[in-house]
């Protein structure tokens, strides 16, 4: 996963979103312990934030399987699947907030997006 995509455009448009409503966050915290970096996090409020690729994350509303090479693909797509599980269950445990949100929520309806945001830093 050394390759994995930064900055994507949804990640872009989400972090310009948040940063129009005054919200502040780190791009580069690493959580040592499992060696991952969440796309966005809000370290004072201990929220960790992930943009979800449909393809790469294995969407159960989008996501549509590779026509070509499926063994390959479908381990790959089935780690991260168990990587964000591990990731979440990680973050709980350490009384972080997880909030993950598909890239077609992204696209269809950033305000709702927001909304996930801000109830989960609004949440004890």
């Known amino acids: 996963m050394s390759k ?6 949804p990640e872009q448009i989400l972090r310009k979103a948040l940063f129009r ?11 040592k312990e499992l060696n991952f970096k969440p796309d966005i996090v809000m370290v004072s409020r201990k929220v960790c ?6 393809f790469w994350h ?8 590779p026509k070509s090479n499926k063994g390959y693909w479908l381990s790959k797509i ?6 964000d599980k591990e990731q979440n269950s ?4 350490n009384r ?14 950033i305000n ?3 909304k996930k945001i801000e109830k989960a830093i609004k949440k004890k």
Do not use: M, T
């Not at 409503?21 to 959580?31: A, E, K, P, V």
């Open 4 to 9: 994995v995509q930064r900055n994507s455009k």
């Open 21 to 31: 409503l005054g919200y502040r966050y780190s791009l580069n915290h690493r959580f």
């Open 49 to 54: 934030i992930f943009v979800d690729g449909c």
């Open 58 to 65: 294995r969407c159960p509303k989008c996501f549509k399987a």
């Open 78 to 83: 089935e780690r991260n699947s168990e990587r």
């Open 90 to 93: 990680y973050l709980s445990k």
């Open 96 to 109: 972080w907030k997880v909030v993950r949100i598909w890239e077609h929520e992204l696209k269809k309806d």
């Open 112 to 114: 709702k997006s927001i």
